[in-house]
């Protein structure tokens, strides 16, 4: 079975431009959730995406925003960006059930870097 | 307010010593933890949660509601468990919490 795919790995944008990463869900899973990893803020959650809405959605400023098609992939965008979204975002997967035992799996995520 | 706090940066030991990585936890209600980890330049991978009560590669954890703890523990580390590990609560709205995570490096 596949893991959760990432593309880009690693890119370089500038200051005020957008970017957008993409997510390939393992195979059968239905939610799709971001996470963003810096050395300061360590890893924190962004939104979640489950049968193409936003169920659940973290601290970010609207820059930040996602989206999730009928074939559960899944994209997140940030616009206007900033040097302070240098990081590494992280996607993750799971069945899509909320209670316990519902195990979450990552990616290898994308590497951002604002110049 | 829910939030895991893992006190150490980094836990440095010798090969063969034992090894705890502490996490602390702040919830109301019944917690779901895990311990995930990050080894170099690879994805950060689920090594245990607490409903499980398995032990994997020689980890075990148990979760101590009265100190609201879930400490990772291993009897004698290998230099193989270099790595970065990370406590982490399922929060009420389904999402992960983690920790800032623990650096742990295993010398020969």
């Known amino acids: 079975k596949a893991g959760v795919t990432q593309t880009p790995r690693y890119l370089i944008k500038t200051r005020g431009q957008q970017v957008t990463l993409s997510c390939s869900p393992i195979?059968?899973?239905?939610?799709v959730s971001w996470y963003q990893q810096t050395p300061g803020q360590g890893l924190q959650f962004l939104f979640e995406?489950?049968?193409?809405?936003?169920?659940n959605k973290g601290n970010f400023p609207g820059r930040f925003s996602g989206r999730q098609f009928s074939n559960s992939r899944s994209e997140m965008n940030v616009s206007t960006l900033e040097l302070g979204d240098s990081a590494l975002y992280l996607c993750?997967?799971?069945?899509?059930?909320?209670?316990?035992?519902?195990?979450?799996?990552f990616g290898e995520g994308s590497w951002l870097t604002v110049v | 307010a829910q939030r895991v706090t893992q006190p150490e940066k980094l836990l440095s030991v010798f090969k063969g010593a034992p090894v705890e990585l502490k996490c602390n936890y702040s919830?109301?209600?019944?917690?779901?933890l895990f311990w995930y980890v990050q080894y170099s330049r690879q994805r950060l991978q689920l090594l245990l949660r607490?409903?499980s009560r398995e032990s994997i590669k020689g980890f075990t954890a148990d979760l101590n509601k009265g100190e609201t703890s879930f400490h990772l523990k291993k009897p004698f580390a290998q230099e193989e468990d270099s790595a970065m590990y990370y406590c982490a609560l399922r929060g009420s709205q389904g999402n992960l919490i983690f920790g800032k995570g623990t650096k742990l490096s295993v010398k020969p």
């Open positions: 995406y489950f049968s193409e809405t936003q169920r």
């Open positions: 993750a997967s799971s069945w899509g059930g909320q209670g316990i035992g519902n195990t979450i799996y």
């Open positions: 607490h409903i």
């Open positions: 195979s059968g899973h239905r939610s």
């Open positions: 919830y109301s209600g019944s917690p779901e």
